[in-house]
């Protein structure tokens, strides 16, 4: 019995820390200026986290002090919330698959489009309820601010690896032809009709591209490339816990037969 036990405690201490790269992804996941501004994706992922730390806990707990219904309680929990985290990761792997970028010539970064992202991300994330409060919000970040401040001539800044977000509402549409003043002033286009988008961009520095489908893409873009990076933190952590949840199964029940077994025996005595 002592034995299953402290397996147990090993393991559940093993998931514990399992829970503290899911914690650290989401927050930083929730760090981004994108997931800054859209409130409802950015603490999923740490809540999940933080159910983790605290369900191995209660199952460290039981597994020292031998209470088996708070073992069980922890196995049931546990299942429950890899499901949860599988279901996470399957979602999100589903509907950042299409990237939406294209490489633009001469150019160190790409530009997108809205219509190359998932139907579900234009639906539910860029839609036009919620576009109004994230467009303010990100016109009050330093989003677009801090190109100035480092990028100082057009050559600098055409072979910059800006990011999506950047690329998408900072500046105008390549395609525009406006001529480059700073990285966020652009002047005389020499196809304005090129795209919708064209006449869309301005100087003012609280609207810029903001209004502009090319700034709902590189949010979306922004979003895909930063839930790609954390899925790989994800991946091995549920792997993990996967493995860890199967055997603590395992000597839950090992522990079960034994306790059995030592009150058939003590009923023979």
């Known amino acids: 019995m002592a034995v299953s036990n402290n397996i147990t405690s090993v393991l559940n201490f093993i998931s ?14 929730a ?3 994108d997931n800054a501004c859209i409130h409802w994706l950015r603490w999923p992922v740490v809540f999940i986290g933080i159910a983790f730390l605290l369900v191995s806990l209660a199952g460290f707990v039981g597994a020292y002090w031998n209470k088996q219904s708070l073992l069980a309680f922890y196995l049931m929990c546990m299942a429950v919330l890899i499901t949860a985290l599988l ?3 399957v979602l999100a792997f589903i509907v950042t698959r299409p990237s939406g970028g294209y490489a633009v010539p001469g150019r160190g970064y790409q530009e997108y489009r ?5 139907a579900w991300l234009r639906d539910h994330v860029v839609n036009y309820e919620n576009w109004g409060k994230i467009r303010a919000c990100l016109a009050n970040s330093d989003t677009c601010a801090k190109l100035d401040r ?14 999506p977000l950047q690329s998408g509402c900072c500046k105008p549409p390549t395609i525009c032809g406006y001529q480059f003043v700073n990285p966020t002033m652009w002047v005389s286009p020499v196809n304005a009709l090129a795209d919708p988008d064209c006449a869309v961009w301005s100087n003012e520095q609280t609207q810029l591209c903001y209004n502009c489908n090319s700034c709902k893409a590189g949010l979306l873009g922004n979003l895909r ?9 994800l991946i091995i952590a549920v792997v993990v816990l996967i493995w860890v949840y199967l055997i603590a199964c395992s000597a839950f029940r090992n522990a079960q037969t034994e306790e059995l077994f030592d009150r058939y025996k003590q009923g023979w005595v």
């Open 31 to 33: 760090s981004k200026p």
């Open 87 to 89: 279901i996470l990761l």
């Open 225 to 233: 490339r930063e839930w790609r990076k954390s899925n790989v933190v």
């Open 150 to 163: 480092e990028f100082i001539t057009a050559e600098q800044f055409f072979s910059a690896h800006i990011s």
């Open 16 to 29: 514990l820390l399992c829970s503290i790269p899911i914690i650290a992804s989401g927050i930083w996941l």
């Open 114 to 118: 809205l219509a190359g992202f998932s």
